[in-house]
């Protein structure tokens, strides 16, 4: 892997999905939302996840939707990221982006993927925190 064109925690997803393929395809703030949450494991953490509730907040209380249909490329990388994901949480979480930037689906998604997603960077940091112990 490159360091700078395909870094590592953005291709070792088990789909083989590379993040930018998805990013690109969602505005700012999802597209950084999604980069944080893809990567958490593998780089940031719990502060990646911090940063991917940030982006999520400001999504939903401030960011224009502009709703497209994807192609069936992209389609096909969505659905094999969603099926790939072991952990159900995050299944739903990118469930729920991907259905509300392309199915122009109610923000309660959002909320949705917030909750979980507080929950499990709490779960992180205090993993971290012991590791540090």
Same mark, same amino acid.
């Given at each position: ?20 393929? #998805?990013?690109?395809?969602? =505005?700012?703030? @999802? ?5 944080? /949450? *893809?990567? !958490? $494991? ?39 990221? #969603?099926?790939?994901?072991? =952990?159900?949480? @995050? ?5 729920? /982006? *991907?259905? !509300? $930037? ?32």
């Amino acid at each position: 892997m490159n360091a700078v064109n395909h870094p590592a925690h953005y291709n070792n997803h088990p789909s083989r999905v590379e993040a930018i393929d #998805i990013i690109e395809n969602f =505005n700012f703030c @999802l597209g950084n939302a999604f980069k944080y /949450i *893809f990567r !958490y $494991q593998l780089k940031g953490g719990s502060e990646d996840l911090n940063k991917a509730l940030w982006y999520l907040e400001r999504q939903v209380s401030s960011s224009p939707l502009n709703v497209f249909t994807p192609n069936k490329e992209l389609l096909d990388k969505a659905k094999s990221l #969603i099926h790939a994901e072991g =952990n159900t949480e @995050l299944k739903i979480v990118y469930q729920n /982006i *991907f259905s !509300y $930037q392309f199915e122009d689906a109610h923000p309660k998604v959002i909320w949705e993927s917030i909750e979980i997603l507080r929950k499990l960077e709490q779960k992180v940091r205090e993993r971290e925190r012991e590791k540090e112990k």
